[in-house]
């Protein structure tokens, strides 16, 4: 058995963020309202940069993808909070822990080096204007994209490489309302140190 999972946990319970009715309306209220806002503004300027002919550009193609990351981070973890705020017993799965871990960690990577990407676009611009149309090809825009992706995917999956294999033989309960690593870490029934 050696290098199998001997995980005995099958879910994960978050205690989430609070237990009184009238807070969770609130926060029911303000999160429903902020992931809609998010989802549309971030559609809208992906819209805009596609249809639009004159923001075919490298910023506004870089501002495009940082707008479709966006889209996936606010659904990663945002309707399974808003479901659960008035549901007494709030579980995930193990798998669905590690899911939800796995495209945190792809996105939050993806978006470090579009943000990088953004800034060396902004540089290129204000110190080398004469040479902008050059360095930031439409070639370059896609490489920055892929790299994106493949930095992002290797960050997650590097990490999850380390962590599906840990037992998990104790207590399930998350003091959050969604997977993270370092929450995650602390319920191996191992050393983890």
């Given at each position: 058995?050696e290098g199998a999972n001997h995980s005995v946990v099958s879910e994960f319970v978050f205690l989430g963020l609070t ?120 070639r370059m825009c896609i490489f920055f994209s892929v790299a994106a992706w493949v930095v992002g995917l290797m960050h ?38």
């Amino acid at each position: 058995m050696e290098g199998a999972n001997h995980s005995v946990v099958s879910e994960f319970v978050f205690l989430g963020l609070t237990n009184s009715w009238g807070i969770q309306l609130l926060l029911f209220v303000f999160s429903s309202m902020f992931y809609v806002a998010s989802m549309m503004g971030n559609s809208l300027i992906m819209f805009t940069v596609a249809s639009e002919s004159h923001l075919h550009s490298p910023m506004y193609f870089l501002l495009a993808n940082l707008s479709f990351i966006d889209l996936g981070f606010s659904s990663v973890i945002s309707p399974k909070m808003i479901y659960d705020l008035f549901r007494k017993h709030k579980v995930i799965s193990f798998r669905g822990c590690i899911t939800q871990i796995f495209f945190i960690h792809v996105i939050g990577g993806v978006e470090m080096v579009l943000l990088i990407a953004m800034a060396f676009d902004r540089y290129v611009a204000i110190c080398k204007p004469l040479h902008y149309l050059t360095i930031m090809s439409p070639r370059m825009c896609i490489f920055f994209s892929v790299a994106a992706w493949v930095v992002g995917l290797m960050h997650s999956v590097v990490q999850l490489i380390f962590v599906v294999k840990l037992p998990f033989c104790g207590p399930n309960v998350l003091d959050s309302f969604y997977c993270d690593l370092p929450w995650f870490i602390q319920l191996a029934c191992t050393d983890t140190y």
